[in-house]
């Protein structure tokens, strides 16, 4: 058995180690500076408390991204030399950030061991390679992201850091091999087991679904299906499950094969970086070579956002959540008996207030980032959430779970289908989400995000945005100056947010502007960029009249859309004329 030495180095601190809404990303070529990584892993191990990490077990794997090998050799001689007992590594270092959330919470080791924390190598849908992102995040015992109370800490030490811990003549271990490599060191027994990346996730989706009547639906000549995993780490998933367990055609699977630069794409699951899927389901500016599927879906890098198409037919993601929670209880046999609660995000359209009223659910509208949910969720209050960023999940887990998503949506189709597998036409994505619109009426929605503005500019903006908001009558006049065809504004706020479970309070999550007609803009700062700052504008407004919910959405949606870009003043602050993304 290899016996190791503890180093201690010493260290100065870096700016801006302050971890974001998903924990801390930057470009490659800042974590590669030397002691960067060693700074914010050691700050990390300093702020969890001590039985978190001497003789505890953690977790290190991530989305394969560019660096995370190197990152996983660095993390695991700190942890050894911060006396941790055991570290697991998903094969190749690879685990979705779901994946680790449910390895978290299920995985017991052969001696008994559960683990209490892990570092998450990721910068989700944000691009890989030498010259892009990289990242690392930290969750905690419950399978969630680290609160603020730990991120906060995490920051705070960086700032004063002088030393870290490290086992320098640990050898590297090989993570391409299943197994368990012993070691020890000044503080005894040291293990590194290396583990299939797939088995505890796949064993996780098997209670929570019907995988029989899934399959009955992927194998029946009648229905198509494409999976895009933009190259992410979901490819293992999505093979493993869909190919394997549920009887996919493996030619179903396009961009299944994690790559550290992801191809060189953009691994972010919408209508513009998702470009071959929406090309194949017939939503994309050239016709595709084939009839489309009748069903299509994606995932980020990290694999746990996702987009849901059907044929020539886009689901929002704020519709897909409504509707998942809506139809649960009968397609979804882990919510047989029905739902704790459901809760959204602030900016995600109201189409699931709409559900959870017409349920008696119990329903919650919190803060953007998924911690907000995992809190709900450890007490019992929330089933299903799901926010307008292409996040859909349930309390299976504290992340946000694409598969999980789209084996939620494959069981809808599947309940729906159940008798008419023989009959002339199955019931499609589109059926599904049309008749929902007619139960529920429609809450046409779009977004627009500015990436990359200048940081003081995108400031600016929003200070003014405030600013505006003191006098309502102010704000009308503007409003009727720019269109005469849209509401009045009832309410204009920055939302604020009192945790019903802890307390706790964030303030400045949003600019609201609310209509009378229950029409909403809402303007944010991204928490997610790693340059500038992105603006994101949600333009939302709800249609009841069932002989009105099938317009075009960006028809519907313009008289609103010029209202917001107007009233923000967007392209005299930004420079601007067009949004970068539209979703
Ligand atoms: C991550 C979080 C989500 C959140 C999203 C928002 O994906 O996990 O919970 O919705 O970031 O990103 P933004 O860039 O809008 O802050
Ligand atoms: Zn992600």
Same mark, same amino acid.
């Given at each position: 058995m290899v016996v190791f030495q503890v180093s201690r180095k010493e260290t100065t601190p870096f700016d801006g180690q302050k971890p974001g809404t998903s924990g801390l990303r930057k470009k490659v070529s800042v974590f590669i500076k030397p002691n960067y990584l060693h700074n914010f892993v050691q700050?990390?191990?300093?702020?969890?408390?001590?039985?978190?990490?001497?003789?505890?077990?953690?977790?290190?794997?991530?989305?394969?991204?560019?660096?995370?090998?190197?990152?996983?050799?660095?993390?695991?001689?700190?942890?050894?030399?911060?006396?941790?007992? $055991?570290?697991?590594?998903?094969?190749?270092?690879?685990? #979705?950030? %779901?994946?680790?959330?449910?390895?978290? $919470?299920? $995985?017991?080791?052969?001696?008994?061991s559960k683990a209490s924390g892990a570092f998450i190598l990721t910068a989700s849908h944000n691009p890989g390679g030498p010259h892009e992102d990289f990242g690392i995040k930290y969750n905690m015992e419950n399978g969630g992201p680290a609160p603020e109370t730990i991120t906060d800490k995490i920051y705070a030490n960086t700032k004063t850091i002088k030393e870290y811990l490290i086992a320098e003549d640990l050898p590297d271990v090989d993570i391409s091999a299943v197994g368990v490599t012993h070691f020890n060191g000044p503080e005894g027994d040291f293990d590194v087991d290396v583990f299939d990346s797939t088995n505890d996730y796949v064993k996780l989706m098997r209670a929570i679904f019907d995988f029989e009547s899934i399959r009955k639906l992927l194998v029946s000549p009648k229905f198509t299906f494409c999976y895009d995993a933009l190259n992410?780490?979901?490819?293992?998933?999505?093979?493993?499950? /869909?190919?394997?367990?549920?009887?996919?055609?493996?030619?179903?699977?396009?961009?299944?094969?994690?790559?550290?630069? /992801?191809?060189?794409?953009? !691994?972010d699951p919408n209508l513009t970086y998702a470009k071959e899927l929406v090309t194949r389901m017939g939503l994309g500016k050239s016709s595709p070579q084939d009839e489309p599927p009748e069903f299509?879906?994606?995932?980020?890098?990290?694999?746990?956002?996702?987009?849901?198409?059907?044929? $020539?037919?886009?689901?929002? %993601?704020?519709?897909?959540?409504?509707?998942?929670?809506?139809?649960?209880?009968?397609?979804?046999?882990?919510?047989?008996?029905?739902?704790?609660?459901?809760?959204r995000s602030m900016p995600t359209s109201a189409a699931l207030d709409v559900v959870a009223k017409n349920l008696g659910l119990k329903f919650f509208e919190v803060p953007t980032g998924w911690k907000f949910f995992g809190n709900l969720m450890d007490a019992g209050l929330c089933s299903i959430c799901g926010e307008e960023s292409f996040g859909t999940g349930s309390d299976h887990i504290r992340e946000k779970d694409g598969i999980w998503a789209v084996l939620a949506w494959l069981s809808i189709l599947a309940y729906k289908n159940k008798n008419n597998f023989n009959g002339e036409k199955l019931v499609t994505v589109e059926d599904i989400v049309v008749q929902h619109w007619a139960t529920y009426g429609r809450h046409y929605y779009t977004r627009y995000d500015y990436e990359n503005v200048d940081a003081a500019a995108a400031k600016e903006l929003m200070a003014y945005l405030v600013n505006l908001q003191s006098s309502l009558s102010d704000v009308n006049k503007i409003v009727k100056e720019i269109r005469?065809?849209?509401?009045?504004?009832?309410?204009?706020?920055?939302?604020?947010?009192?945790?019903?479970?802890?307390?706790?309070?964030?303030?400045?999550?949003?600019?609201?502007?609310? /209509?009378?007609?229950? #029409?909403?803009?809402? /303007?944010?700062?991204?928490?997610?960029?790693?340059?500038?700052?992105?603006?994101?504008?949600?333009?939302?407004?709800?249609?009841?009249?069932?002989?009105?919910?099938?317009?075009?959405?960006?028809?519907?949606?313009? !008289?609103?859309?010029?209202?917001?870009?107007?009233? #923000?003043?967007?392209?005299?602050?930004?420079?601007? #004329?067009? !949004?970068?993304?539209?979703?």
């Open positions: 700050s990390t191990f300093n702020a969890l408390s001590a039985d978190k990490v001497k003789g505890a077990t953690i977790v290190v794997s991530g989305d394969g991204r560019y660096f995370s090998k190197d990152a996983i050799q660095i993390i695991i001689k700190m942890a050894a030399a911060n006396g941790v007992r $055991r570290v697991w590594v998903g094969q190749n270092g690879l685990l #979705s950030t %779901p994946a680790v959330s449910a390895v978290i $919470r299920e $995985r017991v080791g052969a001696d008994g992410g780490v979901a490819g293992i998933y999505a093979k493993r499950i /869909f190919v394997e367990e549920l009887g996919a055609k493996e030619s179903s699977l396009i961009n299944c094969i994690p790559k550290e630069d /992801f191809g060189g794409g953009h !691994p299509g879906a994606a995932a980020d890098g990290d694999a746990d956002r996702n987009m849901i198409l059907g044929k $020539r037919f886009f689901v929002t %993601p704020s519709d897909s959540v409504a509707i998942i929670a809506a139809n649960a209880v009968e397609a979804i046999p882990y919510f047989a008996s029905g739902l704790k609660g459901v809760a005469t065809d849209v509401s009045n504004v009832v309410q204009a706020d920055e939302f604020e947010y009192k945790d019903p479970v802890d307390g706790s309070i964030s303030k400045h999550q949003g600019i609201r502007y609310l /209509f009378e007609d229950g #029409s909403r803009l809402v /303007f944010r700062l991204s928490g997610t960029g790693s340059e500038g700052a992105t603006i994101r504008l949600y333009i939302e407004q709800y249609e009841k009249d069932s002989s009105k919910t099938q317009r075009n959405s960006q028809e519907a949606l313009a !008289p609103l859309v010029d209202v917001a870009l107007k009233l #923000s003043k967007m392209q005299e602050f930004t420079g601007r #004329s067009a !949004p970068t993304v539209i979703t």
